[in-house]
């Protein structure tokens, strides 16, 4: 796993090199008389403010002028951000949610629930569903009606791009193992994707469509 904190204070050059290794799982250093490759298969995972000051959620509270916030955004291209089967934007907890008592999943429950997704995964022969190559995603993945209508308008909005398509396709198989679902993808598993992908907003326009 590569942990990269405040992912829009890199450099733009220094992220776009990310793109090839979590495209191809390798890392080629070439020099003057030789090229060699190297294994590089990770999981990427980030974090980062909306602007510079870190205060760009809350309507009134950002200290920064328009061009700033531009140019930070900039940073994160949108090549990039394709690769990210998760983008999941997260609010300033309330303060009665600070406070009070937690009413989360217990940590043991969900790792039950996530060996056996592991489990399904490798019946498919992959590790993880990030994993399986496009010759065996479609048949391990077949959409319903619903599903295919929703990625069908997702795609002709251009709200989806043909490597998104991809990686909601795994993320929704995902969905549906941890919640023990078999048979077709049905379109609440591609909608759930989708909203971890793209605004829900937009998700929700595209599904009313």
């Known amino acids: 796993m590569l942990f990269l904190d405040e992912l829009g204070e890199f450099p733009g050059s220094v992220l776009e090199h990310l793109r090839q290794p979590l495209e191809d799982g390798l890392v080629r250093v070439s020099r003057a ?22 205060e760009g959620g809350p309507p009134g509270s950002c200290r920064c002028s328009d061009g700033a916030r531009l140019r930070y955004a900039k940073r994160l291209s949108g090549p990039l951000l394709d ?9 300033r907890p309330a ?6 008592e937690a009413t989360a999943e217990s940590t043991a429950s969900v790792a039950v629930r996530v060996a056996e997704a592991r489990q399904r995964a490798r019946a498919r022969g992959a590790e993880t569903n990030a994993r399986l190559d496009p ?4 048949p391990s993945s077949p ?7 929703l990625l069908e308008r997702a795609l002709r909005d251009g709200k989806l791009t043909g490597r998104g398509l991809q990686r909601v396709r795994r993320v929704a198989l995902t969905i549906a193992d941890l919640r023990g679902d078999s048979g077709r993808l049905g379109e609440q598993h591609v909608a759930l994707a989708m909203q ?8 929700a326009q595209i599904r009313s469509a």
């Open 95 to 100: 303060v009665d949610e600070l406070l009070g």
């Open 135 to 138: 010759a065996r995603l479609e």
């Open 143 to 149: 959409l319903d009606a619903g599903a295919t209508r």
């Open 196 to 203: 971890l992908r793209v605004d829900p907003s937009t998700v």
């Open 83 to 91: 690769r990210f089967d998760l983008r999941v934007e997260i609010s």
């Open 33 to 54: 008389r030789a090229s060699v490759t190297f294994p590089a298969r990770f999981l990427l995972v980030a974090a980062t403010n909306p602007c510079p000051c870190g």
